[in-house]
T-cell receptor
Framework: GNSVTQMEGPVTLSEEAFLTINCTYT??????LFWYVQYPGEGLQLLLK?????DKGSNKGFEATYRKETTSFHLEKGSVQVSDSAVYFC???????????FGQGTTLQVKP | GAGVSQSPSNKVTEKGKDVELRCDPI?????LYWYRQSLGQGLEFLIY????????KSGLPSDRFSAERTGGSVSTLTIQRTQQEDSAVYLC???????????FGPGTRLLVL
């Protein structure tokens, strides 16, 4: 079946630290991959996406590369800020369906 | 432009009552989705409308849940005879076409007492 697995949270970092949130997936076909972010008290927002193998999505200093060989889409940022504190969701779209399958979410807390 | 809007933002109801949740998608988006976000289950797909095609209802958890989309725009999710386990945030999303980026509304927080 189709599924997404994210690293367990919460993740607590100091400001300017390097961030990695691991995400791996299982899917039939060739899914598109997404990272969504949910800031406290706000709705889900698209952070970045990649639609085919070796594509790199990037936004707001975050990056993730679609790795077909390892079925991964790890999220990275070189220097986190307090304002990056949020819940991050990795997701894939099941081919020919439009359904988003989400990972369980990873809470990031950045301390000054 | 305007994003996806949902109403009400919060709903408290008694067990056994019916509730209706409304979603207004982004104008021109042909695909509309409902998801549920709960503590125990994370984010789950419920139902998906694409244009005039029959909806994909494969994620609806029971026959107490139904949804319709009128005129290819506004959608209503109805939960009949609500149960406490239905308490969750119900999210609506829309996209220009199927498999394109989905844009989410702020959600309706449902609490069943």
């Amino acid at each position: 079946g189709n599924s997404v697995t994210q690293m367990e949270g919460p993740v607590t970092l100091s400001e300017e630290a390097f961030l990695t949130i691991n995400c791996t997936y299982t899917a039939t076909g060739y899914p598109s991959l997404f990272w969504y972010v949910q800031y406290p008290g706000e709705g889900l927002q698209l952070l970045l996406k990649a639609t085919k193998a070796d594509d790199k999505g990037s936004n707001k200093g975050f990056e993730a590369t679609y790795r077909k060989e390892t079925t991964s889409f790890h999220l990275e940022k070189g220097s986190v800020q307090v304002s990056d504190s949020a819940v991050y969701f990795c997701a894939l779209i099941v081919s020919n369906t439009g359904k988003l399958i989400f990972g369980q979410g990873t809470t990031l807390q950045v301390k000054p | 432009g305007a994003g996806v809007s949902q109403s009400p933002s919060n709903k408290v109801t008694e067990k056994g009552k019916d509730v209706e949740l409304r979603c207004d998608p982004i104008s021109g988006h042909t695909a509309l989705y409902w998801y549920r976000q709960s503590l125990g289950q994370g984010l789950e797909f419920l139902i998906y409308f694409q244009g005039n095609s029959a909806p994909d209802k494969s994620g609806l958890p029971s026959d107490r849940f139904s949804a319709e989309r009128t005129g290819g725009s506004v959608s209503t999710l109805t939960i009949q005879r609500t149960q406490q386990e239905d308490s969750a945030v119900y999210l609506c999303a829309s996209s220009l076409f199927s498999e394109e980026t989905q844009y989410f509304g702020p959600g309706t927080r449902l609490l069943v007492l």
